[in-house]
């Protein structure tokens, strides 16, 4: 079963109230951990003349099951330890990878900021990656020509623009990742411990913008460590564990509870 | 999966673009120094076939170029295609986006350079070999169309192999070496024995090749039939390599 990314322009009026932004419904995500992976042609064709068995993998669900759904101008957060799968839903959700089973529905434009900046090339300037990324956001020359002078303001990296992104710091990075998405003016923004970088300028002035998206009625998605944060953003909280949502509910009371047991556990 | 692609034209050209730039930025003399490269090839052949060998084809040397450059396009396609979606690892990691669009930059990207070699070339025959122009040539966007489909339909199935299997860029040259002798790019298909013939067109590069000899080089309309069979062949190839791609697509981001 696919992952199915429904283009359709934002619901309107008591429809909306009804449609969810993202809809996860009985997602599993299993990948495979192979000891020793055939990396070359030469290997495969002669296994597969030896008739050698394939190389042994072992498989690890990263979501043993994953039912969520998320309204239009809602505000959530995933929290979790490492390792409890809030990345990999947030990917899902993105449409990176497919589901091993289920279904994710997503209504309207997403777009998520991962893996800090990694959608950049390192050879390209910023100002060329920033003009790319658009592009592959599906943004057309006019549009991506009119917002990029917002880019720039919002990123603040200065001259650097003209830079090639290798020679970049991880917070520039992000700082201009995260510039490029919140000018596209998404209709759902993830975003993948993106605030834990910057400093306090920045992330005052993300808070600031994020608060702006969400009066508009944007969705909100993040991952994040920062339980301060997210109290400041978020009104719902969906607490992961072990590839399972543990808990979902209110912020505070959700992030209470995982607080916790996390001072229980250390 | 066409509208999909429609909606990221921006992105498609913009990747294009950039793939031409890296190529020329460095060099000096930038597009007139990748057509040296051919046409000292192209001499070389020339004297062997013609000189040593003594093929006996009149004017040998516009029988090869009508399809020379064409032999180097699909060459350099799946040349380039292979490394694409490993090149652009970053994006496939971390957007959603049809990496079919990647294969179809490189395609593109050499698809420009050999439509501004092809236009050498045509005006080259025209001057040289017909004294006119043969009413054939009009069939010229016909065949590329044709010729493109073939080479999407070969760069795709090799651009996923190469994300699985590291060594499937040094395979390549090494395979298409020896598909480029089975097709008429050095010698005419009029040397294949006839009994032979059938079975030897059913490869869509010969079948292609073909093609752009007749118009151009003998400068008369092909036969229906070869023109059906080679659009027939390259369809159901592009169609084939296509779905070879669309299969493995999803496990791209978990590979790279």
Not at chain 1, 33 to 40: A, I, K, N, S
Not at chain 1, 91 to 108: H, K, N, S
Not at chain 1, 179 to 193: N, S
Not at chain 1, 212 to 219: E, N, S
Request: with cysteine; net charge positive.
């Amino acid at each position: 079963m696919a992952h199915a990314a429904i283009a359709e322009p934002q619901l309107r009026g008591p429809q909306a109230a009804r449609a969810n932004a993202v809809e996860c419904v009985g997602v599993v995500k299993r990948f495979y951990l192979y000891e020793h992976r055939t990396t070359t042609l030469q290997e495969f064709a002669l296994r597969t003349i030896l008739r050698r068995p394939p190389p042994a993998r072992s498989a690890t669900f990263q979501i043993h099951r994953l039912d969520l759904c998320v309204a239009h101008g809602e505000s959530i957060a995933l929290v979790g330890a490492n390792g409890s799968g809030k990345s990999t839903a947030l990917r899902l959700m993105a449409g990176i990878y497919p589901p091993t089973e289920g279904r994710i529905v997503v209504r309207g434009r997403l777009v998520a900021v991962l893996e800090l900046g990694a959608t950049f090339q390192p050879e390209l300037t910023g100002a060329e990656n920033v003009e790319l990324y658009a592009a592959a956001l599906g943004f057309s020359r006019r549009e991506i020509a009119v917002r990029y002078p917002e880019v720039v303001a919002f990123a603040d990296i200065g001259d650097f623009m003209q830079v090639p992104v290798k020679y970049y710091s991880s917070g520039m990075r992000t700082r201009l990742a995260f510039a490029v998405a919140i000018c596209a003016d998404p209709d759902i923004l993830l975003l993948d411990e993106v605030l834990a970088v910057g400093d306090e300028s920045f992330r005052g002035r993300c808070l600031t913008r994020l608060a702006r998206y969400h009066a508009a009625g944007g969705t909100l998605i993040v991952v994040s460590h920062d339980l301060w944060t997210i109290r400041q953003l978020c009104s719902r909280v969906v607490w992961m564990e072990n590839g399972e949502v543990r808990m979902t509910g209110e912020a505070n009371t959700v992030l209470d509870a995982y607080e916790a047991a996390a001072s229980r556990a250390g | 999966m066409l509208p999909d692609l429609w909606r990221h034209r921006e992105l498609l050209s913009r990747l294009v673009v950039r793939n031409l730039k890296m190529r020329y930025q460095r060099s000096v003399l930038g597009f007139v120094w990748t057509l040296l490269n051919p046409l000292a090839t192209i001499v070389i052949l020339v004297m062997v076939f013609h000189y040593i060998i003594r093929i006996g084809v009149a004017e040998y040397w516009a029988f090869l170029v009508s399809g020379y450059f064409a032999w180097v396009f699909l060459q350099h396609t799946v040349a380039t295609s292979a490394g694409v979606i490993t090149d652009h690892s970053y994006m496939t990691r971390s957007l959603a986006f049809p990496a079919e669009i990647l294969v179809l930059s490189s395609v593109l990207a050499r698809l420009v350079e050999y439509l501004a070699e092809l236009a050498i070339v045509v005006v080259a025959l025209v001057v040289f070999h017909h004294h006119g122009i043969p009413v054939s040539m009009l069939l010229l966007p016909v065949i590329i169309v044709i010729h493109v489909l073939l080479a999407i339909g070969l760069a795709m199935p090799i651009a996923a192999a190469a994300v699985f299997f590291k060594d499937v860029q040094h395979a390549v040259p090494v395979g298409l070496m020896m598909l480029g002798y089975l097709a008429p790019v050095y010698y005419p298909l009029s040397l294949v024995p006839e009994r032979f013939r059938t079975v030897y067109l059913l490869n869509p590069v010969a079948a292609v090749l073909a093609l752009y000899h007749e118009i151009l080089y003998e400068g008369r309309l092909p036969s229906p039939m070869l023109l059906v069979g080679s659009a027939a062949l390259a369809t159901v190839v592009c169609v084939i390599g296509v779905g070879l791609f669309r299969r493995q697509r999803a496990l791209f981001a978990e590979i790279i």
